[in-house]
């Protein structure tokens, strides 16, 4: 099903064709409050050698600090794949409104497939989560990047 691409995925689709352009598995995300684009990430941990550093993690850290809480209420995270256990525990503990993610993924994604995080009795936020938009786009960039490598 084609869902309508927001400003907001567009941008995060920006992110994760840069962070490939840096040898980076091509992942953005972004987190808006409103209308208001608060932060955008593109995943590092290798330019930063830091395991955690997901586009997810990045964009919610850059966001935080923005507003000045670790509560990330009235915000929603746009990102381009399916967020793995890690990231899907950190939008929970930073109990965003909402998640909206383009490509599943049936390996490493944490929401639909996985530790299914947010189905967790011991998970204490859950937001709404959107799933398909701009899939199309960010499986083929995922695709592109991993083919180039194989």
């Known amino acids: 099903m084609a869902l309508f691409l927001s ?3 567009r941008r995060a689709l920006e992110a994760a064709r840069e962070a490939a352009s840096m040898g980076e598995v091509p992942v953005g ?3 808006v ?3 208001e684009i608060i932060a955008i990430a593109g995943n590092a941990p290798r330019r930063l050698n830091d395991p ?3 586009a997810e993690m990045l964009a919610i850290r850059a966001a935080a600090a923005t507003l000045g809480t670790d509560r990330l209420t009235g915000c929603t995270l746009y990102v381009t794949l399916e967020p793995c256990a890690m990231c899907a525990g950190a939008i929970a ?3 965003l409104d909402r998640l909206v993610y383009a490509a599943s993924d049936p390996k490493g994604g944490g929401v639909a497939h ?3 995080v947010f189905d967790q009795p011991t998970c204490h936020h859950r937001p709404e989560v959107i799933d398909g938009v701009g899939e199309d786009e960010a499986a083929a960039l995922l695709r592109e ?3 180039a490598r194989r």
């Open 7 to 9: 400003l907001p995925m």
């Open 29 to 31: 995300a972004v987190v």
């Open 33 to 35: 409050r409103g209308t």
């Open 52 to 54: 955690t550093a997901h």
């Open 93 to 95: 503990l930073a109990r």
């Open 114 to 116: 996985g530790a299914r």
């Open 145 to 147: 990047f991993f083919a």
